[in-house]
Structure formats: structure tokens, C-alpha cells
């Protein structure tokens, strides 16, 4: 605990200039969910999207609906977002400090991934003070606690994808990259911005192996109501399996691969 804590306050410097224009990260947030209302809003008044497909009344539902994703999908990209943090370390030449000290890479991670989060919560608090407002109401106890186990279990299976990415920025060099890439792919192949029940067949079997499209699926259920793909016992037991794995295979990837830096030397950042 004493290593995390001196480590979080070791980059603080490092981590603030990701979020230096506080307001603008704060608003953005609200500008990701105009487009696709104004979508909605306008497709329903012309008959062409029925928003009752997904148990959606109305376009005040659907931003609720939208309201819930961003606010899950900002904890769950926010750890991959750390593999910046390791590309900047590399490219000031720092990485050796970093890669010969005694902390563990799972301690490097909790540490950036801890900042990562508080970043996250702060940016997103009028997000989350609106979601709250407008859905106090559905909120039972035993919802709540379902809500919080999804989430967790959610942030774990996002450590898996964070682990293998910073294997593979070991060896490739570029894993910022392929940072981008699932970040920017994986939102609307899980279902932030529609039900992936609507997707292609094929992208359809691609977003039931990633355990968020199950977990934003659950949350948007406690708190709207909203039709879930499978049934609610089957889709959190997936959830908690696809978890499982893709933390444990996280692991041993990246153990394998930082066994590979080691040996052959991590050149050309």
C-alpha cells in the first residue's frame, strides 16, 4: 500500500496533463450522447426508428438510456487509457526507471489506473448527478448493490485488456494504438449507443464475447427496465465468467510477454 501511495503521488504531474482542461472534459461527456438523441429524436418523429424495440418510450428515455452508458463506459475505457501514461514514460526515456524498479507492473497499473478513475469520477459528475436524479426513483437497495457488484466486476475484466495491452506495448512499441482502436470500436460494438441485438449477425457474435456488452445490458435493467438480451441470471453468470478470463488470461499474456522484453531488450520507443 505504501509503494501504491508513493507511486500515485509520483506521477501525479504525469497524470494531470491528461486532464488539465477540466472543463472541457467535464461537457464533453454530455456532447457524446447529442448526436445520437438528436438521431433518435428526429427518426422517431418520422416513424423510422421504433424506439419501443428495446422497451425505449420516448426520446427522454433513450437519453436516460444513453445517460447510463457513457457513465459505464467512462470507468470501463478509463484503464486502458493508462497505457499513455507508459507510452510517455517510453518516449521521454524513463521507461528503464520504470522497468527496473522493484514495484510489480500490477502495482504500476493500480497506481495509474487509481488516478485514471478519480479523473474519471470528477470529469463525469454531472453525468452522474443527472443519471441519478432522473432514475432515484427505480432504485431499490438490492438494485444498487447488484449495480455496484456489476460494476466491479466490469472494472476487472477491464484490467484483463489493460494487462495485454501493456504486454503487447512492450514488444510492438505502439500499444497506445491499439488503445484507440478498442476504444473506439468496442463502445459501439457493446451497446453504448443502441442494443447490440440490432447489430449484424456477425458483429452480433463479436459483442457477446465482451463481458461489458452484458454489463452496461444489466445496469440499463435495474435502472430502466429495459429489455435484456438473455435472461438477468444468465447474462450476469456471463458477465462474472467472461471476467474471470479475461483477467486471468490478462495476466499470464502479459507475464509471458514481459518475459520476452526482458530477454530480447525493448528498443525503438
Known sequence: MVAILGLLKA????????????????ISPLFTILPSALIVFYSSKRGILPLNLFNIKSIYDYIKYMLIGVCYWGYVEVLWSTIFMLRDYMKIGQFEDIFASPLKASQNILGWSIMGISRVTIESLPLIFITVFINIVNISLINFILIICTFIVSILASFGMTFIIFGITLIFKDGDQLASLIGNSTPFLCGLYFPVTLLPLGLKQISYVFPFTWGIDIIRNLLLNTNTILNFK???????????????????????LEFKARKIGVKGF
Open 234 to 256: 444468465y447474462e450476469f453468470i456471463l458477465l462474472f465468467v467472461f471476467s474471470l478470463i479475461y483477467i486471468t488470461f490478462g495476466i499470464i499474456i502479459y507475464k509471458k
Open 11 to 26: 506521477n501525479f504531474k504525469t497524470s494531470t496533463r491528461y486532464s488539465i482542461d477540466w472543463w472541457g472534459s467535464i
